[in-house]
């Protein structure tokens, strides 16, 4: 069964860092792109970032680009988002999605949840 | 303010068909394909339709996807209560050099 399970969400202060995970079974995980992409509390979904299958290519929404660093480990199948500097604008669900190619995402995970607050 | 724009909501009784529109420009949905996801809140999002028209295995063929120019829309016949979900379109903007979705459609089921 394909299966992505996130992890590393929680409580954060305002100016903190966090570092998300996702956990890929069940499919050759070197085979596709991976994205992340967020819903902040009574929003829409934004997507925030994907990575190649072999990390030479990496695309960002404009609005987080160099807070934000996409990367994974095919040796551990596993996908990473490292976030810097938070904000009460960053406090969403963060979804780690497959994706078949750059343009979208076809199995989801179901989400870690990021709060940032004092 | 979303790239891609949808209604924000729609509706119909068990039965109808009903369709959500998807406008964009021509650096997203004119040049590019158009995805379709359902989101049920509290559960993972669930594509529905890929590369305009496509359906992934597993979706029924009540849900058909057109696309036309700078413009798509996502159709459900045959409306069914669990039906009752946000939805999603989405497209690669090739100026923004990213993925843009719509701001979401909530349809209720009367």
């Known amino acids: 069964e394909v299966q992505l399970v996130e992890s590393g969400g929680g409580l954060v202060q305002p100016g903190g860092s966090l570092r998300l995970s996702c956990a890929a079974s069940?499919?050759?995980?070197?085979?596709?792109?991976m994205n992340w992409v967020r819903q902040a509390p009574g929003k829409g979904l934004e997507w925030v970032a994907n990575?190649?299958?072999?990390?030479?290519?990496?695309y960002y929404v404009d609005s987080l680009r160099g807070r934000f660093i996409i990367s994974r480990d095919n040796a551990k199948n596993s996908l990473y988002l490292q976030m810097t500097s938070l904000g009460a604008e960053d406090t969403a669900v963060y979804y780690c999605?497959?994706?078949?190619?750059?343009?979208?995402?076809?199995?989801w995970g179901q989400g870690t949840t990021v709060t940032v607050s004092s | 303010q979303s790239v891609l724009t949808q209604p924000a909501s729609a509706s119909g009784t068990p039965g109808q068909r009903v369709t959500i529109s998807c406008s964009g420009s021509?650096?997203?949905?004119?040049?590019?394909?158009v995805y379709w996801f359902q989101h049920v809140p509290g559960m993972a999002p669930n594509l529905l339709i890929y590369?305009?028209?496509q359906r992934p295995s597993g979706v029924p063929d009540r849900f058909s996807g057109s696309n036309s120019g700078t413009s798509a829309s996502l159709a459900i016949s045959g409306l069914r209560s669990e039906d009752e979900a946000d939805y999603y379109c989405?497209?690669?903007?090739?100026?923004?050099?990213?993925?843009?979705f719509g701001g979401g459609t909530k349809l209720t089921v009367l």
């Open positions: 999605a497959r994706g078949p190619d750059y343009q979208f995402m076809d199995v």
């Open positions: 069940g499919f050759t995980f070197s085979s596709y792109y």
């Open positions: 990575i190649k299958q072999d990390g030479s290519e990496k």
């Open positions: 021509r650096s997203n949905i004119g040049g590019d394909y």
């Open positions: 590369r305009d028209n």
């Open positions: 989405a497209a690669w903007d090739d100026r923004l050099r990213g993925l843009v």
